[in-house]
């Protein structure tokens, strides 16, 4: 019985598997086509070859772009990070009039379409003179009503004997904050930090609206570009340029999986 | 929520007050970062875009003539608005559902303790490093009906060509099938961890019990679960309301307007057609849209939640 | 603990600063960049191999002209870029030359934010006669020419010649008229079991196939002589040419041998790659690659057109240049000088040969390299006969409405209403009105 039902499990378990890695690894098989071998439909390629790969770095400044995005995404996770641990700690530590009224009014962020705010911020960001820098691409997202969200779940846990403590002993409340829960909440705190990275890799439209400027541009970009819109799109090429794109954020996944699945959980409980 | 500041000795009133005064600019002060960005980057658009609603606005985006609630009126009035609608709404029921309860057989799954379980997880877990636009290239490519695998193994059965993108009765289910796909790790990994959090001390007693596997699962890890269930339909409900990138890589938001959902349709007129007034009423009823939605869901999913 | 914190503020700060001030010599426009250079933002939207080609078009004009430095920028699609230019055109972050589709021509024109390169050609006396007249009537609104005519295309019929041979059709006389197409079609289409294994005919759901269509029967797409002669103020695609070209699609759809491809180029190209259709509608610019790519021998033709209806042509698709106002007169020289630089002969002939688009220079087609190109593939030919053989009436010219965009995606849903088995007129009267509908919107502005 114990047997059947393990073999059991392992056979849902790889047949999920399959179904969930299949586009994955058939865009990284695709990789390795010719473009005639691609437009015939196989599968499997005939022969693999590697021209894809070199073609894609030839056509766009990949490593920059690369390098780019990896940029951008780290300066957003801090930032995320640090105004979002802030304002959390605030909502959740500090009581004074009109608390609730503002958490309310944070989480409400989240429903605005992003569509609607684009232009105004574009022309906002332009007057900046924050065009074609880092700056552009990063500060407009270091503000998260999700981050803010999921971190005040988490501090909520620490006990408020704690904060109590701290405040007889005559410990500042930014020290309470930093030497006490911040590390408290680490994996929460990393849980963040990696959904921010991942969800600021994968931007595409804003970065193109804000840059002009290959130096500055993001991997995303790249990927657009290699799509063509009246002649033929060479599709091994995309699928390379596709594979290069995922493979960093599957790494950190992969690595952060562990925290991350405890820290987005802290989010969901109460 | 408490009062996390509690005065054990009770000082003199003007003290006290003094110290309410205090708190205060001190949370204005770590609160100030996010309002302060906020209020540039999320509200000072939204109210534009409130603004311009009201508005009919030249091919440049700039507000010509007051036209009250005109764009409105024309909206609920226009059948292309009501197909938007009515594909929006289709959407969010084809995905959310599907996306949650395939998130969380595989969750159950991969929370028995099994050897190479990590394995699993990893690989379960990988569909959310992946960006919407290398998503969807991949799945146009698996729909496409003369070369994509999929057509390719149907027809091993002998089922003919089905026209994925193309046929305005599927399209719809095509493109939610590939966001579910898109879904499921982030999904995944939410009610992964609700589930490891369950004290195993509950699951102890009830093999003690004897009880089976579907009398356990729906006696005590739902209950136990709902939370973070709760949490993860909202907000794959928010972001379903607000899904743009797969519709325009895979179908443009056609064939016949199937897939054409209110923020495709809003990108369409703001930045190809240029019809700002408009882009901006449709934007005001999705915000509605959402917070009605969402509403709803606090008020009548939560109570169904069980807090331990 | 806390010189931690202040490290890292530090670090931060330093990156966005650095990085701030790295990227602001590339922010402003100055008319001259630190090398003296006068300096020339280019904004384009090609990508995949055309971008290739395009910047070692530049690096060689740049090489060639010292005084100057052109730097092409990828910024999307036609339309992305266009949403771009419209919120930036007229500040220090313009470009200043931008390439927009043709369909975008009356809404630059109407933007005011541009320069007319007439200006150019008067102060020059530039001969434009040395261009492809059928391009410079295209571009030509008012009696001015605006923009500057870049990459341009047209439709041709391109089909499988094997095919053809398997179905005892010869394979040098492909079908000219909607008769010949539908007979051709019916052989074409293979059968095994309950299902057809190879189509005969398919159109992308693209608007401007339609237009095409429409405009080699001399139908036009908007009163006012197509908007040339004043602002179109109707649509009036759904006269009989229009239908016909509706009925035909719909009478093929139902016997079966017309194949729906949906809107994406790509999809279309796979279809035919893989033996699923045998003939197809395709943009000149794209024949190159099919040749290359398919496992068959590819045949190309002209658009076909209803029995006993005259040919009139095609209308020119593709790209222009155009040149920005607000910018120094030193940089318009240097943007004006590029844009000779790009029509000479010697570039075009390359561009040609390269992409597949045509010359808009018709000197090139003399040059060496395309003659050794058509000789390996004289395909290529056919097109620019196409071109060359339209007759200069104003439903070639192609229409000039600024909602075009728009009324394209009711086309294209009318078209894709078809495959739904909805009445050709009915549909096509639908996206004819909501066309109205747009353009009342726009000339009310």
């Known amino acids: 019985m114990n047997v059947l039902r393990t073999f059991l499990l392992y056979a849902l378990l790889v047949i999920c598997s399959v179904v969930v890695l299949f586009p994955i690894v058939y865009a990284f098989l695709i990789s390795f086509m010719d473009g005639a071998e691609?437009?015939?439909?196989?599968?499997?390629?005939?022969?693999?070859?590697?021209?894809?790969?070199?073609a894609a770095f030839q056509k766009v400044p990949l490593f920059e772009y690369l390098f780019?995005?990896?940029?951008?995404?780290?300066?957003?996770?801090?930032?995320?990070?640090?105004?979002?641990?802030?304002?959390?700690?605030?909502?959740?530590?500090?009581?004074?009039?009109?608390?609730?009224?503002?958490?309310?009014?944070?989480?409400?962020?989240?429903?605005?379409?992003?569509?609607?705010?684009?232009?105004?911020?574009?022309?906002?960001?332009?007057?900046?003179?924050?065009?074609?820098?880092?700056?552009?691409?990063?500060?407009?997202?270091?503000?998260?009503?999700?981050?803010?969200?999921?971190?005040?779940?988490?501090?909520?846990?620490?006990?408020?004997?704690?904060?109590?403590?701290?405040?007889?002993?005559?410990?500042?409340?930014?020290?309470?904050?930093?030497?006490?829960?911040?590390?408290?909440?680490?994996?929460s705190l990393i849980t963040l930090g990696v959904y921010s990275f991942l969800t600021t890799w994968n931007m595409y439209l804003w970065p193109l609206l804000v840059t002009n400027n290959d130096r500055v541009r993001t991997v995303q970009i790249g990927l657009k570009?290699?799509?063509?819109?009246?002649?033929?799109?060479?599709?091994?090429?995309?699928?390379?340029?596709?594979?290069?794109?995922?493979?960093?954020?599957?790494?950190?996944l992969f690595v952060g999986q562990k925290h991350l699945q405890k820290g987005l959980m802290q989010g969901a409980i109460k | 929520m408490n009062a996390p500041l509690s005065v054990k000795s009770s000082p003199s009133v003007p003290v006290r007050r003094k110290r309410a005064v205090w708190t205060t600019l001190e949370g204005i002060v770590y609160l100030l970062p996010s309002l302060i960005l906020f209020s540039i980057f999320l509200f000072y658009p939204m109210l534009k875009t409130v603004y311009l609603s009201f508005y009919a606005t030249d091919h440049q985006g700039n507000p010509v003539q007051f036209v009250g609630i005109e764009n409105f009126v024309y909206l609920l009035k226009?059948?292309?608005?009501?197909?938007?609608?009515?594909?929006?709404?289709l959407f969010v029921c084809y995905t959310v559902p599907a996306s949650v309860v395939l998130a969380l057989c595989l969750a159950l799954m991969a929370n028995e303790k099994l050897k190479g379980i990590g394995l699993f997880r990893t690989f379960f877990s990988s569909t959310m490093g992946m960006s919407v636009a290398a998503s969807s290239v991949i799945w146009m490519f698996m729909y496409n009906p003369s070369i994509g695998v999929i057509n390719k193994v149907l027809s091993l059965f002998g089922?003919?060509?089905?026209?994925?993108?193309?046929?305005?009765?599927?399209?719809?289910?095509?493109?939610?099938?590939?966001?579910?796909?898109?879904?499921?790790?982030?999904?995944?990994?939410?009610?992964?961890?609700?589930?490891?959090?369950?004290?195993?001390?509950?699951?102890?007693?009830?093999?003690?019990?004897?009880?089976?596997?579907?009398?356990?699962?729906?006696?005590?890890?739902?209950?136990?679960?709902?939370?973070t269930l709760f949490f993860v339909t909202t907000v794959s409900l928010i972001h379903s309301f607000q899904t743009f990138g797969q519709i325009d890589i895979l179908t443009k938001g056609g064939p016949m307007d199937a897939t054409n959902v209110i923020v495709y349709s809003i990108y369409k007129d703001a930045f190809i057609n240029y019809n700002f007034g408009s882009a901006s009423a449709q934007a005001v009823l999705l915000f509605f849209a959402i917070l009605v939605v969402t509403f709803l869901q606090f008020k009548f999913g939560e109570r169904k939640v069980h807090y331990q | 603990m806390k010189k931690r914190v202040s490290a890292l503020f530090l670090f931060i700060l330093m990156t966005l600063t650095a990085c701030s001030?790295?990227?602001?010599?590339?922010?402003?426009?100055?008319?001259?960049?630190?090398?003296?250079?006068?300096?020339?933002?280019?904004?384009?939207?090609?990508?995949?191999?055309?971008?290739?080609?395009?910047?070692?078009?530049?690096?060689?004009?740049?090489?060639?002209?010292?005084?100057?430095?052109?730097?092409?920028?990828?910024?999307?699609?036609?339309?992305?870029a266009l949403t771009k230019f419209n919120t930036v055109a007229g500040t220090k972050d313009a470009p200043t030359i931008m390439q927009t589709?043709?369909?975008?021509?009356?809404?630059?024109i109407d933007s005011g934010k541009i320069q007319p390169v007439q200006k150019f050609i008067d102060e020059e006396n530039y001969d434009t006669s040395q261009w492809e007249k059928n391009i410079v009537n295209y571009y030509t609104v008012n009696g001015k020419i605006y923009s500057m005519p870049f990459n341009s295309s047209t439709p041709v019929l391109i089909y499988n010649k094997d095919a053809f041979k398997e179905a005892g059709l010869d394979p040098e006389k492909p079908p000219m008229t909607y008769s010949e197409l539908k007979e051709a079609a019916k052989k074409l289409t293979k059968k095994q079991g309950g299902q057809t294994t190879q189509y005969g005919f398919s159109i992308l759901n693209y608007g401007w196939f339609f237009e095409e269509m429409l405009a080699v029967q001399g139908g036009l797409y908007v009163n006012n002589e197509n908007g040339r002669n004043g602002n179109a103020t109707k649509a009036v695609f759904n006269g009989e040419e229009g239908l016909r070209v509706f009925d035909l699609i719909r009478d093929m759809y139902k016997e079966g041998t017309f194949y729906n491809v949906g809107q994406n180029w790509d999809d279309m190209r796979a279809a035919f790659q893989s033996k699923k259709v045998a003939m197809y509608l395709d943009s000149s610019a794209g024949v190159k690659t099919i040749i290359d790519n398919a496992p068959f021998e590819v045949g190309v033709s002209y658009l076909p057109v209803p029995d006993g209806v005259e040919r009139q042509g095609v209308i020119i698709g593709g790209a222009s240049l155009w040149m920005a106002k607000d910018i120094s007169e030193k940089q318009q020289k240097a943007a004006w000088e590029f844009m000779k630089y790009l029509s000479t002969p010697e570039?075009?002939?390359?561009?040609?040969?390269?992409?597949?688009?045509?010359?808009?220079?018709?000197?090139?087609?003399d040059e060496e390299i395309v003659k050794t190109e058509w000789e390996k593939y004289p395909q290529l030919k056919v097109t620019v006969d196409q071109l060359k053989q339209t007759k200069p009436i104003p439903a070639t010219q192609g229409a000039l409405i600024t909602v075009f965009p728009e009324s394209r995606q009711k086309v294209v849903k009318a078209m894709e209403s078809l495959y739904q088995g909805a009445d050709p007129e009915e549909a096509l009267d639908r996206a004819t009105e909501e066309t109205n509908r747009a353009l009342e919107m726009a000339n009310k502005k």
């Open chain 3, 21 to 80: 001030s790295q990227s602001d010599e590339a922010t402003a426009t100055p008319s001259e960049n630190k090398d003296g250079k006068t300096e020339v933002i280019f904004w384009h939207a090609m990508s995949g191999d055309l971008e290739t080609v395009l910047k070692e078009i530049v690096d060689e004009f740049n090489q060639s002209h010292p005084s100057i430095e052109v730097k092409p920028i990828f910024q999307g699609t036609y339309e992305e």
């Open chain 3, 347 to 365: 570039v075009q002939a390359k561009w040609h040969v390269k992409t597949g688009y045509f010359a808009i220079n018709p000197a090139a087609y």
């Open chain 2, 159 to 227: 089922i003919s060509d089905v026209q994925w993108l193309l046929d305005p009765k599927i399209a719809l289910i095509s493109v939610s099938i590939s966001t579910i796909w898109m879904n499921i790790g982030f999904t995944f990994l939410i009610l992964l961890g609700g589930l490891q959090n369950i004290d195993p001390t509950l699951y102890e007693s009830a093999r003690i019990a004897g009880v089976s596997y579907w009398y356990q699962l729906r006696k005590v890890t739902l209950p136990l679960l709902s939370p």
């Open chain 1, 38 to 54: 691609v437009l015939q439909g196989h599968i499997w390629p005939q022969k693999f070859t590697m021209k894809n790969y070199v």
């Open chain 2, 78 to 89: 226009d059948v292309n608005f009501l197909q938007s609608i009515k594909a929006t709404l």
């Open chain 1, 68 to 187: 780019n995005s990896f940029i951008v995404s780290f300066i957003v996770m801090l930032g995320q990070l640090i105004i979002s641990s802030l304002a959390a700690f605030a909502f959740v530590f500090l009581k004074f009039k009109g608390r609730d009224v503002l958490f309310f009014l944070c989480i409400a962020t989240m429903l605005i379409p992003w569509e609607a705010t684009m232009i105004p911020n574009f022309l906002t960001v332009q007057k900046l003179g924050w065009l074609n820098s880092y700056l552009g691409l990063t500060v407009p997202f270091f503000a998260s009503a999700f981050g803010i969200f999921l971190l005040r779940q988490h501090f909520k846990t620490i006990p408020l004997e704690l904060y109590e403590a701290a405040q007889v002993s005559g410990v500042g409340r930014f020290r309470f904050f930093w030497n006490i829960v911040l590390p408290l909440s680490r994996t």
């Open chain 3, 101 to 108: 589709f043709e369909v975008g021509t009356k809404y630059m």
């Open chain 1, 225 to 252: 570009q290699m799509q063509s819109q009246e002649i033929s799109t060479e599709w091994g090429v995309v699928m390379a340029a596709v594979i290069v794109v995922i493979l960093p954020t599957l790494l950190l």
